[in-house]
T-cell receptor, first 114, second 110 residues
Framework: NAGVTQTPKFQVLKTGQSMTLQCAQD?????MSWYRQDPGMGLRLIHY???????DQGEVPNGYNVSRSTTEDFPLRLLSAAPSQTSVYFC?????????????FGPGTRLTVL | AQSVTQPDIHITVSEGASLELRCNYSYGATPYLFWYVQSPGQGLQLLLKYFSGDTLVQGIKGFEAEFKRSQSSFNLRKPSVHWSDAAEYFCAVGANDMRFGAGTRLTVKP
């Protein structure tokens, strides 16, 4: 199993540009989530999904969109990038949110918005 | 709203010394508590978790944590630290809508 994969690893955007961060898992996990990590603030939940077709907002959802059309994929879209979205983004998945199982994290995407 | 506080931003211990990392949480019901570790440039790895039952939880790499409901705490401990334990440690609470603490960076002196 590849586990949780994220692409790209690094990205530089200009203010106002849009882009999609890709996340995929091959473990047939129900639950997937996106976090951003900023210095001194730990990880903050952006959006999460408890299954295909179901998404919900986390702690910091503004400026981000998600969809979950398949079990495997959970892309994160930035519609109009802002410098405040400069961060490291982590995708994670777990077998079932109801059993509060371990989340497996991807390697992260480092995004810089100029 | 649920939240996590890790009071110590940075801790330095000597190799072989004991370690305790503090975590305090706020949660409306029975908390689901986790400790994760992050090595530089890496994603997070689960050390241990608490849902119910025995309040002393054993994890990987020789770590343990104790849940104290009266103190709203879930402190992480290790009796003897190894140089490879140098990393950032995160406490987290919740289920679907998980909250992480700001993290504690551990430095290990030789």
């Amino acid at each position: 199993n590849a586990g949780v994969t994220q692409t790209p690893k690094f990205q530089v955007l200009k203010t106002g540009q849009s882009m999609t961060l890709q996340c995929a898992q091959d473990m047939n996990h129900e639950y997937m989530s996106w976090y951003r990590q900023d210095p001194g603030m730990g990880l903050r939940l952006i959006h999460y999904s408890v299954g295909a077709g179901i998404t919900d907002q986390g702690e910091v959802p503004n400026g981000y969109n998600v969809s979950r059309s398949t079990t495997e994929d959970f892309p994160l879209r930035l519609l109009s990038a802002a410098p405040s979205q400069t961060s490291v983004y982590f995708c994670a998945s777990s077998y079932s949110s109801r059993n509060y199982n371990e989340q497996f994290f991807g390697p992260g995407t480092r995004l810089t918005v100029l | 709203a649920q939240s996590v506080t890790q009071p110590d931003i940075h801790i330095t211990v000597s190799e072989g010394a004991s370690l305790e990392l503090r975590c305090n949480y706020s949660y409306g019901a029975t908390p689901y508590l986790f400790w994760y570790v992050q090595s530089p440039g890496q994603g997070l790895q689960l050390l241990l978790k608490y849902f119910s039952g025995d309040t002393l939880v054993q994890g990987i790499k020789g770590f343990e944590a104790e849940f104290k409901r009266s103190q709203s705490s879930f402190n992480l401990r290790k009796p003897s630290v190894h140089w490879s334990d140098a990393a950032e440690y995160f406490c987290a609470v919740g289920a679907n809508d998980m909250r992480f603490g700001a993290g504690t960076r551990l430095t290990v002196k030789p």
